[in-house]
Structure formats: structure tokens, C-alpha cells
């Protein structure tokens, strides 16, 4: 479950992030389709980060046995937080549209750090 859990929030990441650079590649490529994706990724954005807020907490929750250890999985689901708050600040109007600059730079981060999890979890 546990290992499920994790692949499924790869997944999500992946599925979240993805709109950020397909709609950089689109500007250049003008594609009908490409757009369909990115309308589509867009539409589920909120979900799955959402969902991938929740499931990330339950996958660390179960791999680390009902406790918790400060290791690369729960920075990355910190950032994760992080971004979700950049999100909230922006709908609230307290950062106007500066919150996406925050929220994309992270995003980018989000993947290093997903990378660093993926490959060595007790980095430090």
C-alpha cells in the first residue's frame, strides 16, 4: 500500500506540474491539441493537488510506521503545503497575481526535491 501510495503521488506530481512547461512548449508551438491537454490538466489542477496533499500525508504517515521523521519525503511534502498556501494567498488577494511566480518557482523546486526523494529518501 505504502509503496502504492507513493507511485500514485508521482503520478499526481507529475500530472500537476506537467501544465507549467507543456503551456511554455504551446506559446511556441501554437498546437490545437496540446492545448486540449493543457485545458485539461488545468481543469484538474486543484483536485489532484488537493488529493496529492492528503495521499502524501498518508503515504509518509504509513512508510514511516505512525511517526514522523524530518527526511526528504516530509520536505517535499512541506513544500507541497507551501505551494497550496501560495495558492490560498493569491485567491485571498494578499499577493494579487505575484502568488503564481511563487507557486510555478516551487513547482521547479518540487521536482528536484521529488528526484532527491525518489533516489536516496534519508539524505539527511
Not at 526528504?72 to 498556501?85: A, K, V, Y
Request: hydrophobic share 60%.
Amino acid at each position: 500500500m505504502v509503496e502504492f501510495l507513493g507511485w500514485f503521488n508521482v503520478s499526481l506530481l507529475v500530472f500537476n506540474f506537467s501544465s507549467f512547461p507543456l503551456r511554455l512548449l504551446n506559446q511556441k508551438l501554437k498546437n490545437g491539441k496540446l492545448t486540449f491537454l493543457i485545458r485539461f490538466l488545468k481543469k484538474y489542477h486543484k483536485i489532484t493537488g488537493i488529493f496529492l496533499v492528503i495521499s502524501g500525508f498518508i503515504h509518509g504517515f504509513l512508510a514511516l510506521g505512525y511517526n514522523f521523521y524530518f527526511h526528504t519525503g516530509s520536505l517535499l511534502w512541506w513544500m507541497i503545503i507551501l505551494m497550496f498556501l501560495f495558492y490560498l494567498l493569491g485567491k485571498l488577494k494578499f499577493l494579487k497575481r505575484k502568488w503564481i511566480y511563487f507557486h510555478r518557482s516551487l513547482g521547479v523546486l518540487l521536482v528536484a526535491f521529488l528526484l532527491i526523494h525518489l533516489l536516496n529518501p534519508w539524505l539527511f
